[in-house]
């Protein structure tokens, strides 16, 4: 059987769209992975306006760097999500692609606007934590 994430839910909070926190069970491994970062193939950002296309580039590096692990978006416990913005608007816009892509996996985040970011033109970036079976990541090659 493998073990289940849970997400906690509060009665005593404000409801909002993500959970306050995530409960891993014995038997799992915790994946910390670096900030994906709304870079294409070839190295570059896309369009230095444009928060909804970066955030979504961003999920997508960040699928693919899960799947490399053996993991998928079910499988995160955390986010933080920066947004390169003085505005609440960019905020909102980059966190509204972000959690459609999570479905029902409202996993807990932190939303941040911040000054800027590492790469020229970059106006997004998604930290997470995931947890995997360790019976499933002791598989995998990691060299």
């Known amino acids: 059987m493998t073990p289940k994430i849970s997400l906690v839910q509060s009665t005593n909070?404000?409801?909002v769209d993500y959970a306050y926190?995530?409960?891993?069970?014995?038997?799992?491994?915790?994946?910390?992975?670096?900030?994906?970062?709304?870079?294409?193939?070839e190295g570059t950002v896309p369009d230095?306006?444009?928060?909804?296309?970066?955030?979504?580039?961003?999920v997508d590096n960040l699928k693919e760097a899960l799947k490399e692990c053996g993991a998928s978006l079910e499988d995160v416990v955390y986010t933080r999500v920066l947004v390169a913005t003085q505005n609440q608007s960019d905020l909102v816009t980059a966190w509204n692609i972000i959690r459609?892509?999570?479905g029902d996996h409202d996993v807990p985040s932190t939303l941040s606007g911040v000054?800027?970011?590492?790469?020229?033109n970059?106006?997004?970036?998604?930290?997470?934590v995931?947890?995997?079976?360790?019976?499933?990541?002791?598989?995998?090659n990691y060299e």
Do not use: H, W
């Open 100 to 102: 459609k892509e999570f």
């Open 48 to 58: 230095s306006s444009d928060y909804e296309l970066q955030a979504n580039l961003c």
């Open 122 to 128: 970059q106006l997004v970036e998604i930290e997470a």
């Open 13 to 15: 909070l404000a409801q």
């Open 115 to 120: 000054t800027v970011l590492g790469y020229k």
């Open 21 to 41: 926190a995530s409960r891993i069970p014995a038997g799992m491994d915790l994946l910390f992975l670096a900030g994906a970062c709304p870079l294409t193939k």
């Open 130 to 140: 995931a947890a995997v079976d360790n019976r499933i990541s002791n598989k995998l």
